[in-house]
């Protein structure tokens, strides 16, 4: 089977999206090209005094915009590609020889390697301004840098997940819903004083955050002045690698299987 | 195979949309899918592309699962309500159909040829489906039934929305399908245009087959019959009683059209008698909208009979 028409057409689908055209809008004009045409300001500034400073403060701003990127535009790019293999003009796709495993993966690898082209621009330019500034490039920094791209895969893949099965609208505001509420929830109603009924909610409130991975770690990973650093003296590395794989995989597969059972009815989809 | 469309959360509520459907389909049959609305046709059909699932019970097409993709380079479909992707053309869309269901550029090129000059495309194809009108949509998702070549070809209202020369390109197109033994599969509300295509018909209402069996053989009225005649001066009186007579001048020949067999064999007996030479004895035949009628007719009435008893008991 010829998957390039497969490509060929997620890429024209994701053309002729509005969000689409936003996130590429967003990266180049609010997130590159910024940084990029203030490269010899930063080369003057790295010989001044106040250099190590300035320094971390662009790493901030650039690990800030890897944190909105991860909140707002990964899910933007999940509901697309969510969208996209369960509306009803796949359904004329369907009906010559392709499966939905065919269409699940190609849709998945398509917006997962623009997904991962964005990803590499976040992680050039954060190694660019190390350079210029002459930070020492550890390998724990490296590391860290690696585990920030689970970020945006994990937003990118939980909304997807949540798409196939809803519309936008109810996925959006779920994911707010989730994403913002449920890590205070938790945290408040732990308190070692609570009251049943409080720790029904806390009960609750887990249940639901077993559903959403908690991404904002993986999106302030590599933040100078990230509370995470503090975080990582509870967790290793490599226990966040690993919870970002799982996470990931769950979702594709749990993804999979539903959406290869999923009846595609014109007036639900 | 059964097939339930959940409508909320409760079993309850679920609508039996196909119940316990069990059907074989022969290669080179031509079958008509004939039910009213809400019967399950288009379910069925959906079901049998893989779009849906049967809630129970299997569905086999070419020997495979109908949810692998191995035998849909064998098959074209014209779906109900067909949405294909605006932002590509007519040949673009084309294009991806042919290519993924395996044929090269050359032989892509010269279906899309034959097609163009079979379903009067030639002015469409470069067009952003998006300007497409519904009449150009559904060319378009005929010609994608048919680019690539297929054994098996499952059209729902295929002529809806289509213009009365774009019908008549279709009508030509399917018969010449038709005499290359494909297996096609028809669902139509117009059963004047399926009457003389199909061989075979399927009734289907409230999700089960009610009826199947051939053409020729469902259509046959029960008991009555044309006689030709010719040979006479004056028409026999008691020949008149038994049905209504029709009388060519041109030919100078007369039709009898008795209602039961008891009248043909009285009708035979007449004209024997008065030395009348019969030409034809043929079965009078049903036209398919009057057997589908007679049928669901036949069905109201039995469900009105089951209720009458029911109340009486």
Known sequence: MNKRYLYKYFFQNALHSFLFWLVIFIIVFEFALPFLLKIPAMIELSQSGKGKLIERMILEQLNLNLYIFG?????????????ALVNREIEVLLTHRLSRKDLFISGFIFYGLFLFAIWLIFILLYLLVTYIFDHKITLDLVLKLIISIFGIMLPFLWVSFFSLNAKPIPVILLYLVVYLSVPPLSEYFEHPNSSGLEKFFVGASKVISIVIPQTQPFQL???????????GAQYTLFKWFVYGILWSLFLLVSGFLIYQKKDLIPHQT | MVKYYRTARI????????????LDIFPG??????????????????????????????????????????????????????????????????EIGARVNGLSKNVFLSRLEWLEESLNLKEILNLNISQYSRGMLQQLALAGCFIHNPELIVLDEPTANLDALSR???????????????????????????????NKVILIDKGKIIQQGYIKDLLTSDGGYTICFKGFTSIPQSLKALGDINYDPKLEIAYLETRTEYEKDRAVKI?????????????????????????????????????ITGENE
């Open chain 2, 29 to 94: 049959e031509i079958i008509a899918l004939l039910g009213p609305n809400g019967a399950g046709k288009t379910t069925f059909l959906r079901i049998l592309f893989g779009l849906i699932y049967p809630t129970s019970g299997e569905v086999k097409v070419f020997g495979s699962d109908c949810q692998d993709k191995s035998w849909k380079n064998r098959a074209g479909y014209v779906p109900e309500h067909y949405d294909p992707p605006k932002f590509l053309t007519g040949y673009e869309l084309l």
């Open chain 1, 71 to 83: 909140f707002f535009l990964a899910p933007a790019l999940g509901i697309i590609a969510g969208r």
């Open chain 2, 168 to 198: 008549k390109k279709l009508q030509e197109l399917l018969y010449q399908l038709a005499q290359e033994d494909k297996t096609i599969l028809i669902s139509s509300h117009i059963l004047s245009e399926l009457e003389e295509l199909c």
């Open chain 2, 271 to 307: 004209l024997t008698e008065n030395n009348i030479s019969i030409e034809v004895i043929e079965p009078k035949q049903k036209t398919l909208e009057e057997y589908f009628l007679e049928v669901l007719e036949q069905k109201e009435l039995e469900k009105y009979f089951l209720k």
């Open chain 1, 221 to 231: 990973i590599a933040s100078p002045f990230s509370a995470v650093d503090k975080m």
């Open chain 2, 11 to 22: 079993p309850s509520r679920s609508i039996l949309a196909l119940d316990h459907i069990d």
